[in-house]
């Protein structure tokens, strides 16, 4: 097996559907196979930033990127486009599949938040696939489970926010107040992180908000 012992910075962002396990659970699967499918394709095709996909999970989406960091303003408009296509979509099937839509969707079940970490990686080629190694790789997994009480948002961890200036935040990320947290994880120890809670009827696009 070859071997690479290259250490990178990276930039993550992960987007993954909330609500997902109890959609599959529940909804008929002739539906939910191809809705997903069709899902995870367009937040795919959303990838303004030019990223590297790590890997596909059923719901989420592994994106990852190396050399320089991207701006604050494309990581912003990155989110909002990942926002708009998953709920583009969700549209898409209530006017064309209305009854399905009904049965599986409208109730508000399914959702989205969104990681963004900055860290190092180290990769292996294993049998012509190459895999992502390092302790922020698995931080990144990590806090796809936390303790957040709001379904849809955009958590920032502290590694990422100490790359950039914080008040740019503010400034790009004005659809909530920020929020801050902390996960403890074995063997990791505390992730500090900010995260701003994602209200769709109140976001038509990004734009900076005045100073």
């Not at 992960?14 to 367009?42: E, Y």
């Not at 926002?83 to 959702?111: M, R, S, W």
Request: contains cysteine.
């Amino acid at each position: 097996m070859e071997k690479n012992d290259d250490i990178l910075p990276a930039f993550f962002c992960v987007p993954d559907i909330t609500g997902f396990t109890k959609f599959i659970a529940t909804a008929d699967i002739s539906f939910s196979k191809d809705f997903i499918a069709g899902l995870l394709r367009r937040l795919i095709n959303a990838n303004m930033l030019r990223m590297n996909i790590g890997e596909i999970e059923g719901d989420a989406i592994f994106f990852y990127r190396t050399g320089r960091l991207p701006a604050i303003k494309q990581v912003a408009k990155q989110c909002q486009s990942l926002f708009e296509t998953f709920y583009n979509y969700i549209d898409v099937v209530q006017k064309e599949d209305p009854e399905n839509y009904e049965k599986h969707l409208a109730n508000g079940g399914l959702g989205l938040k969104i990681i963004i970490h900055f860290g190092h990686i180290s990769s292996a080629n294993i049998k012509g696939r190459t895999k992502l190694i390092g302790e922020d790789v698995i931080i990144t997994h990590k806090l796809l489970k936390n303790g957040i009480e709001e379904y849809e948002y955009i958590l920032l961890t502290e590694s990422y926010l100490n790359k950039i200036k914080k008040k740019d935040v503010s400034f790009w990320f004005h659809w909530d107040e920020l929020k801050q947290g902390t996960e403890e994880y074995d063997h990791l120890g505390q992730v500090h992180y900010y995260y701003i809670p994602y209200q769709r009827q109140f976001i038509e696009a990004v734009q900076p908000v005045k100073p």
